[in-house]
C-alpha cells in the first residue's frame, strides 16, 4: 500500500509542466471528492445516486424506459455486469449485444451509478439493443490493467453464454451473438481500446465483435496537445486534475507516456492495430481531450482501420450527461454506426491471431 502514500503525491507537482504548479494534489483531490484512507484505498464522497436494477415493471411505479438484471461474474473482484434488454424485446429478430465501460476516470463510479445506468437504458430502449455494463474494479486500489481484465472476462462470460455449455442468461436469448460491440465513454473508451486489442489474441468464436464505439476516450501523454493547453482549466476535467487521475491509475514505475495512456507509444500494442474492427470516435472542440481523440483518429486511419468520426463544435466533457439534446445526437451516431456496420465483412469483425 506504501505505494499510494502521501509522500508520492506530494511529489507529483515536481514532475508537472510548470502551467500546473499554480495547482496542489490536494486541489484535485477536492475536486475529485475523495480521500485517502488510512490503508491506503480511497474515500469517495462524490454523492451521485446508485440506483438497483429494474429487472420487471413494477406497476405501482413508471414504466421503466427498459429491464435491467445483475449478473454477477467474480467472487473474488467483485465484477459484474448489468444487463439491459427493452421493455417489449422483438421476439422475431436478435438484438445486438453492446458490452458497455463507464466513465469515471478509472478512479470514480459503477455500472449501477444512476447517470450511467439511465445511459445503457437509453441504449437498450432506442436502439434496441441488449446491453451488459460491466462493473470493474477502480483505482488505485486496483490499478490498469485490472479494469481491462474485467472488460475481457465481461467478453469471456459473453462467449460461454453464446457456447451455452453452461445454460444461458434467458436475457441473453434476444441478442445476436454474431453482432457485439464494445462502447465506452471517457475512461470507458480507454478501456474499450485496449481491451479489443487484448482481446485479438483469443479466438471468441462463435461471438463476433464487429466494431468499437469511443465516446470523448480518456487518454494522454507527456506533451501537451494544444486543445489540453487551450482549455488547461476546464470546469469538467482540468489538467492538473487529469495528471492526478493518471498518477492514481497507472502504476508508480510509468508515465504518461505508457501505452495505457497514451496509445501513441504503441509499446507491444502497434502490430496489432492493423487488426481491429470498425471504429466510431466522437469528441467536443470544447473538450482538452479532443486532440487525443484526433490522434487516435490519424494512428487507426494509419492502419486502414476504418474509422467513422464526429467532432462537434463546443460542448464539453461528458456533455451528453447533462445535456439531452447532445445525449439525442449521440445515441442516433451510436445507433447508425451499429446498425450500419454488417456482418459480412470479413475486415470488419476481429482477426484472430
Known amino acids: 500500500m506504501a505505494r499510494y502514500s502521501l509522500l508520492l503525491l506530494s511529489c507529483l507537482c515536481q514532475s508537472w509542466p510548470t502551467v500546473n504548479c499554480?495547482?496542489?494534489?490536494?486541489?484535485?483531490?477536492?475536486?475529485?471528492?475523495?480521500?485517502?484512507?488510512?490503508?491506503?484505498s480511497l474515500k469517495r464522497e462524490i454523492q451521485i445516486p446508485m440506483v438497483n436494477a429494474t429487472p420487471y415493471a413494477d406497476p405501482k411505479q413508471p414504466t421503466p424506459v427498459a429491464l435491467s438484471t445483475?449478473?454477477?461474474?467474480?467472487?473474488?473482484?467483485?465484477?459484474?455486469?448489468?444487463?439491459?434488454?427493452?421493455v417489449?424485446?422483438?421476439?422475431?429478430?436478435?438484438?445486438?449485444?453492446?458490452?458497455?465501460?463507464?466513465?469515471?476516470?478509472?478512479?470514480?463510479?459503477?455500472?449501477?451509478?444512476?447517470?450511467?445506468?439511465?445511459?445503457?437504458?437509453?441504449?437498450?430502449?432506442?436502439?434496441?439493443?441488449?446491453?451488459?455494463?460491466?462493473?470493474?474494479?477502480?483505482?488505485?486500489e486496483n490499478q490498469l490493467p485490472e479494469a481491462y481484465e474485467d472488460a475481457l472476462n465481461a467478453i469471456f462470460w459473453v462467449k460461454s453464454q453464446a457456447q451455452g455449455s453452461f445454460g444461458r442468461d434467458p436475457w441473453l436469448d434476444?441478442?445476436?451473438?454474431?453482432?457485439?460491440?464494445?462502447?465506452?465513454?471517457?475512461?470507458?473508451?480507454n478501456i474499450?481500446?485496449?481491451?479489443?486489442?487484448?482481446?485479438?489474441?483469443?479466438?471468441?468464436?462463435?461471438i463476433r465483435i464487429l466494431g468499437i464505439l469511443m465516446n470523448q476516450p480518456f487518454f494522454g501523454?507527456?506533451?501537451?496537445?494544444?486543445?489540453?493547453?487551450?482549455?488547461m482549466d476546464d470546469t469538467y476535467v482540468p489538467l492538473y486534475v487529469c495528471d492526478v487521475l493518471w498518477s492514481l491509475a497507472l502504476s508508480g514505475n510509468v508515465d504518461r507516456d505508457h501505452e495505457f495512456c497514451n496509445p501513441l507509444t504503441g509499446d507491444s500494442y502497434l502490430g496489432r492495430v492493423p487488426h481491429l474492427p470498425r471504429c466510431f470516435i466522437k469528441g467536443d472542440e470544447g473538450d482538452p481531450l479532443v486532440d487525443r481523440a484526433k490522434q487516435l483518429v490519424q494512428l487507426l486511419q494509419s492502419y486502414r482501420v476504418p474509422v467513422v468520426y464526429q467532432f462537434n463544435r463546443g460542448g464539453y466533457h461528458g456533455i451528453e450527461l447533462l445535456n439531452k439534446t447532445e445525449a439525442q445526437s449521440?445515441?442516433?451516431?451510436?445507433?447508425?454506426?451499429?446498425?450500419?456496420?454488417g456482418d459480412t465483412d470479413d475486415r470488419d469483425s476481429f482477426t484472430y491471431f
Not at 496542489?24 to 480521500?35: D, N, P, R, S, Y
Not at 501523454?221 to 482549455?231: A, D, K, N
Open 330 to 341: 449521440l445515441y442516433s451516431a451510436m445507433r447508425n454506426f451499429v446498425y450500419s456496420t
Open 88 to 140: 417489449n424485446p422483438p421476439t422475431e429478430t436478435k438484438l445486438p449485444l453492446i458490452i458497455y465501460l463507464h466513465g469515471g476516470d478509472f478512479v470514480l463510479f459503477s455500472a449501477s451509478t444512476v447517470i450511467f445506468h439511465d445511459f445503457c437504458n437509453n441504449i437498450a430502449a432506442q436502439f434496441p439493443a441488449v446491453v451488459a455494463s460491466v462493473e470493474y474494479r477502480l483505482a488505485p
Open 192 to 206: 474499450v481500446y485496449h481491451t479489443a486489442i487484448r482481446a485479438l489474441d483469443f479466438d471468441l468464436r462463435p
Open 221 to 231: 501523454g507527456v506533451q501537451r496537445t494544444p486543445s489540453e493547453i487551450r482549455l
Open 174 to 189: 434476444y441478442a445476436d451473438f454474431s453482432r457485439v460491440f464494445l462502447m465506452g465513454s471517457s475512461s470507458g473508451a
Open 70 to 86: 445483475d449478473v454477477q461474474l467474480s467472487h473474488y473482484s467483485g465484477a459484474y455486469i448489468r444487463l439491459y434488454i427493452p
Open 22 to 40: 499554480q495547482h496542489t494534489w490536494q486541489e484535485a483531490f477536492k475536486v475529485l471528492g475523495i480521500k485517502w484512507n488510512r490503508d491506503g
